[in-house]
């Protein structure tokens, strides 16, 4: 993909030392003080020695506990280190899959990874098509590399490990590798690799094929990839050889030596994963994969290059044709919302109209009893009056009566008194 | 993290520049000023070839044109194994004329239609592996050396383009100017573009951090530079 491929340009032929040779350098520096961004996911069952292994390839010691084996489900675990060596910085994150392998139902294994590895993409698809982007410092989450780790029964691959790299390759360079390999004999590991490898042909699973196009890397990719999958053993415990310390395994019958290529394919994925392919990597998966993930995105988004006429579409107009819609719909559901909203209000407010009026009117009726009730209560009480006058008249009229007998009485008496005499 | 051992992760430097050795570079610089200030000399002193064929042979007419042009050569050129395709974008009729109001907006649209048509590559579905880049890289712009200060034209000019491309001012034929006429100069130009904020390349706001400032910084004293360029 050379920049050089179209036009009949003229060579110009310079006449002395321009100094534009250091183009290169320059434009590595920059990578240099920015970092570089490498992230691997780690497929495997619970055991298999992922972290081992990884531990072993960056000869660090990356702190992390075992997985217990009754995980619910499969979970990934993103753990990032930055690793410095001479001027490169690199920001490595190593992704786990815990659980893998463990459930009883393993159907739906593979997908939280398909979901996290297409998670990633979408973040990155944000950050490209933001108005105000800043791609440049952008920490670049997507997988570079996949490594799956083949369990060692020696016969061939598990269906769920074809069912996996089946959704993954797409989305991921996938790297196979038999893990604990020293499990294996040497005349098992030799078919045990063509029965794999045959498997994955027949299925049609891609797996990351090493580049072949550059003569300065063909001849030892070509080599690397007839060994593949690469039989590992990690360790990062040392043990005395001859007269040096090296990376081994140290079993009661005899030393497997992580380094050495008789013994197993370790300095082999070491090379090819880290030393000569890491930047061809990365720019697979970003012009590869990442480019089909946004690819399909934007289809299901709706998004053409071309419409039905063949005219070119822009992606200004789909969008703002998409937009218009949204917006279109977003006011036909406010207008609903509101029409209803008036609805319940005129509602509510009838009745509470009732309720009031119910009010009044039992207000009102409590008063006209009240005021019945008043009436009654003062009637009686003008008749009380009445009657307590015609009884103090009569009273009144009585005594007069009483003392006018008296008088009356006592006159006579006077009379007969003087009569007496 | 610490390694405990080599890992070898800076191999990865090689790879990269391996990378874009293959692919190759691209650099689109234009040069912007009066006709007779030589650019085209300036140009081919630069990169050290034929890079425009100007008409340096005495009688054939060099028509001036009635507005400004814009045209661009491409040529391939290779250094120890590094290939860069060169394209040199010239601007005759630039300031050439009686009324020279406007004559910036031709330079301006082209620089934008490059910028429109690499967006374009960018935003579709399936894009192309590698976008060609027609984007205009560098501008140089050529101030003619009359020992005072920048006239309006350099001013407006610069002033709108410093927002939208990067500007490398020059002197040109400097080798008319004394050593004292020069500094005086130049100090007078800085003065001048700092009161009318033009920002030129190394532009302040990018400096990434403090080395990359203290390096900016030097070159930014020397602005414009004051150049001479022989055949």
Redesign the interface.
Known sequence: FSVFQSDDLRNLSLSGHVGFDSLPDQLVNKSTSQGFCFNILCVGETGIGKSTLMDTLFNTKFESEPATHNEPGVRLKARSYELQESNVRLKLTIVDTVGFGDQINKDDSYKPIVEYIDAQFEAYLQEELKIKRSLFNYHDTRIHACLYFIAPTGHSLKSLDLVTMKKLDSKVNIIPIIAKADTIAKNELHKFKSKIMSELVSNGVQIYQFPTDEETVAEINATMSVHLPFAVVGSTEEVKIGNKMAKARQYPWGVVQVENENHCDFVKLREMLIRVNMEDLREQTHTRHYELYRRCKLEEMGFKDTDPDSKPFSLQETYEAKRNEFLGELQKKEDEMRQMFVMRVKEKEAELKEAEKDLHEKFDHLKRTHQEEKKKVEDKKKELEEELNNFQKKKAAAQLLQSQAQQAGSQQTKKDKDKKK | ?????????????D?????????????NIMVVGQSGLGKSTMVNT??????SRKASQPGQEERIPKTVQLQSI?????????????TVTDTPGFGDQINNENCWEPIIKYINEQYERYL?EE?????K??I?DTRIHACVYFIPPTGHWLRPLDLEFMQRLSKIVNVVPVIAKADTLTLEERAEFKQRIQEDLKTHAISMYPQEDFD??PDDRALNDRIREKIPFAVVGAD
């Open positions: 993290c610490q390694l405990f051992g080599y890992v070898g992760i800076e191999a990865v430097l790879q990269m520049k391996i990378k874009t050795m293959k692919t190759g570079f691209e650099f630069l990169f050290k070839s034929k890079v491409t040529h391939v050129i290779q250094e120890k194994g590094v290939k860069m395709k060169l374009h935003i579709l579905i399936t894009r592996r590698k060609p990434q951090d």
